[in-house]
C-alpha cells in the first residue's frame, strides 16, 4: 500500500516579491545609506531645474537682452546761447532781454548817524545858531518868579525884541541842587521852544523868531527840594537877564 499523503504544492512568492528580487538589495531593504543617497538625488535634480529655468530667462525673470545689440547716439544739446540773450542765473526763469534807454533809480542817500547835538539853535539867515549876532543883541529877558509850593515852583521870563528885524532867541536857566525837575514849560510863540537839561542848566530854544518890537512870554514848572530856588543865572542870548 502507498501511503497517500497530502502534496504540498511549492511556495511561489507572489508577483510583486519576485519584482523585487530583480532589484539590488539595497533598495529592497532599504537602509539609511539607501535614503541618503535618494535625498541627494532629489535636491540635486531641484537645484539643476532652477539654474536652468534661470539661464533662459535671465535675471529676476527678466527676458535677457543681448549685449551685441547697437545702442542709439546720445544727442547733446547745443551749448551756445542765441545773440540778444541773457543767461537766467535761476533753472528754469526764461531769460531776461536788457532793455534800452531803462536806467535804474538811484539809492537813496546815506542818512547821517549822528544826531542833533544838545542845545543846538535852528539856524536862521538873521543870526547864527546860539543867538549871537547884531539881531539878537536887541533881544532882552527879564525873569518873573511865579508861585511855590512845597516840593515845585513856577515863574517866567519875558523876552522883547528891540531891533528892527525878527531875530532868534535861547534862554538858559542855571539852578542850585534843591531844584530837581522841570515837569512842563510853555510859550505864547507860534511854536513851542525845544529844551535841553544839563547837570543843573536848562536851555530852552526858540523854534520861531521874534518879530521886531514882538515879545514872547516863557513860562515853566519845576520840582524843588527846599527853599533855595532861585536861579544862580538867567542868560537871553548870553545876555544877563533883567
Not at 148 to 170: C, E, H, I, K, P
Request: hydrophobic letters at 35%; proline letters at 13%.
Amino acid at each position: 500500500m502507498f501511503a497517500v499523503g497530502r502534496h504540498h504544492a511549492p511556495d511561489v512568492p507572489p508577483e510583486p516579491e519576485r519584482g523585487l528580487r530583480r532589484l539590488p538589495r539595497w533598495l529592497r531593504e532599504p537602509g539609511p545609506v539607501a535614503l541618503l543617497v535618494v535625498a541627494v538625488l532629489i535636491v540635486a535634480c531641484g537645484i539643476w531645474a532652477v539654474v536652468d529655468m534661470n539661464r533662459d530667462s535671465g535675471p529676476s525673470g527678466l527676458a535677457t537682452v543681448p549685449t551685441d545689440a547697437p545702442v542709439p547716439p546720445l544727442e547733446v544739446p547745443p551749448t551756445g546761447i542765441p545773440s540778444g540773450a541773457v543767461p537766467s542765473d535761476a533753472a528754469g526763469s526764461p531769460p531776461v532781454t536788457p532793455t534800452a534807454g531803462v536806467a535804474e533809480p538811484p539809492s537813496s542817500p546815506a542818512r547821517p548817524t549822528t544826531g542833533p547835538t544838545t542845545g543846538a539853535a535852528p539856524a536862521h539867515p538873521s543870526a547864527t545858531a546860539g543867538g549871537s549876532g547884531a539881531g539878537s543883541a536887541a533881544v532882552t529877558g527879564a525873569y518873573v518868579p511865579g508861585s511855590a509850593w512845597g516840593d515845585g515852583f513856577t515863574a517866567s521870563v519875558n523876552l522883547t525884541n528891540a531891533g528892527g528885524s525878527a531875530t532868534t532867541w535861547r534862554v538858559v536857566l542855571e539852578f542850585p541842587d534843591g531844584v530837581t525837575a522841570n515837569t512842563q514849560y510853555w510859550s505864547n510863540a507860534a511854536a513851542k521852544p525845544s529844551m535841553t537839561v544839563g547837570e543843573h542848566t536848562w536851555t530852552f530854544t526858540g523854534a520861531t523868531t521874534i518879530p521886531a518890537g514882538g515879545s514872547v512870554t516863557l513860562g515853566f514848572q519845576f520840582d524843588k527840594n527846599g527853599e533855595d530856588f532861585a536861579p544862580s543865572s538867567c542868560t537871553v542870548n548870553g545876555r544877563a537877564c533883567g
